[in-house]
């Protein structure tokens, strides 16, 4: 059976449905639960936005609301990964990474081959990112290049309902550490999702449409830029190939070079600054790997490098624009060499 | 007109209560505006908690440096921060105090000795090390105060700023901002020891309780460790005990607290409130005197709405600018 929700309710149930599968699966994090030690209702917040509303009714004690010590209950949690369970921990807002990473990126990454192929960690850290939301600089970063640049991390960014059940529940289930990247502004999206439980493996990328001229890829919310792009173009006759990398590390190389063996353009779009981030790491890779197919230079539409500013006038801009990803793909179907040098 | 029996004179007092009636007088604007849309991300009001900003403040000068919270905007405007530019800020407008790119949580004037409000629990507390240390290397006797929660007082970076400014024996004071709740988590459960004050004892510091409603209480804590500070004697930590009147954020619909928890304080915990009483029951200053004060406050706060709703936003030139001093 499936039936149109929000990819907050999608997540809330591929937590449901872990928890109810596997009973070593615990969930912890800031208010996740809310009122704890108070006197007033239980499961007073289910998260900040409430995520995991309603959870701890239905699973009590497996749910557990933490003090505000990221780097002690993050810790924690991948302790516990390395020793049998398989802690979900969510980390409200990614930026918070900031305080505990060493946790993640020093720990929870490094075991497996530390120690010789001898460890499994089996955690998920699961929290907001992107901007949008009017949160300022400290609450609304796309910080995905960050963690897919460390070996041992797994990444995922879904762009809506559907995959975000099916790639929470691969993360609960993978035996390595996850990023499991939830954009804030896609929260409130609906889709169908089937009510049974489903796994979507890593590193394969969705393709939302099909098109022969021109290759775009992107992840989480400018997925739905890219698509607008898209149908905007298809007005003038150019059909772009949208795709949807859902998961960052592992990442779908095959459907991108693929895609660009067939259309000869590319333009990638990302959330992130753009020095070091997936628009480049993608161009890098189809330059080496694809170079004889394309027809044009490769196009990145990136979010500035600057912070992320609160004024909602700025923060418009600064979020990549459905009419600057279709700017992108009119320069690569413009003559070669036409396109202008775009700062950095 | 009856013997002044307060360790401040009737200037102070007058200018005391002026700046709580400020900062609850903002507040209560952005509530209303907040709910009617007008108001852009997140916001956290100080509403309740006026003494304590106040009553600290009231003991520094621009060369003293403090480090700020989420609920940064009573801290702001006790230091001195211009309330028009705080307004114009939180409205996102290219007059705003950090021009329309900081907002609520990111607050700052650097020249009035107020190092930001913080997006990030409990960062304010190596900063302000940071400050405290270079007062001491330049000798000018600076104090440096961070402001932090009775949840933040559980991250990392404060216990270790602890250790830090007592190790280093730097000019700093570390006020705990105890409201009993982080978010919608209680204190109680959240913190493990029963007293801050024990906690600073492992610390090998003084601390400090203090009834963060009462203004009388913190200006006189404060006053005696922020003088021990700045005369060399170390760090120390004050814990006000204090209640907020507004959720966590504004949206919050606080079902966590108890049944009639909120009425309650508001009725007897109200800081203006028992402040206003202590001075008129004393026959220090007259109910007139501090009604001519509401009057000023609250045209200056309607003020700063309308030129904060009037002012420019900021350009497209503005996205680009300031993220490095030269690139
Ligand atoms: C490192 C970090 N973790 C979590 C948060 C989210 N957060 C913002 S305010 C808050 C509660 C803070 O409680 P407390 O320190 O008691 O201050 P209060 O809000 O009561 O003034 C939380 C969890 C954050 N901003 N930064
Ligand atoms: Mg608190």
Known sequence: MSRKISMKQAINEALDLEMRRDPTVIVMGEDIVGGTGAQGEDDAWGGV???????YAKHGDRLMDTPLSESAYIGAAVGAAACGLRPVAELMFLDFMGVCFDQIFNQAAKFRYMFGGKAETPVVIRGMVGAGFRAAAQHSQMLTPLFTHIPGLKVVCPSNAYDAKGLLIQSIRDNDPVIFCEHKNLYGLECEVPAESYAIPFGEANVLRDGDDVTIVSYGLTVHRAMEAAAALAKDGTEAEVIDLRTLSPIDWDTIVESVERTGRLVVVDEAHPRCNLATDIAAFVGQNAFGALKAGIQMVTAPHTPVPFAPSLEDLYVPSADSIASAVKRTLSPKGASPRIAA | MAQNPFPLGKDE???AYRTMRTIREFEERLHVDFAKGDIPGFVHLYAGEEACATGIMMHLNDNDRIASTHRGHGHCIAKGVDVHAMMAEIYGRSTGACRGKGGSMHIADLSKGMMGANGILGAGAPL??????????????????????????????????LNLAAVWNLPVVFVVENNGYAESTAMEWAVSCDSYVDRATGFGMPGVTVDGTDFFAVYEAAGEIIRRARDGGGPALLECNMVRFYGHFEGDAQTYRAKGELEAIRASRDCLTILSERVIEAGVIGRDELQAIDREVNALIEDATRAAKAAPLPTPDDLLRDVYVAY
Not at chain 2, 136 to 151: A, E, L, N, S
């Open chain 2, 13 to 15: 007092l007058l200018k």
């Open chain 2, 128 to 161: 302000i090390c940071g400050a405290a240390l270079a007062a001491k290397v330049r000798g000018d006797r600076g104090v440096g105060i961070t402001f932090v929660g009775d949840g933040a007082s559980n991250q990392g970076t404060f216990l270790e700023s």
């Open chain 1, 49 to 55: 936005l409430g995520v995991t509303k309603g959870l």
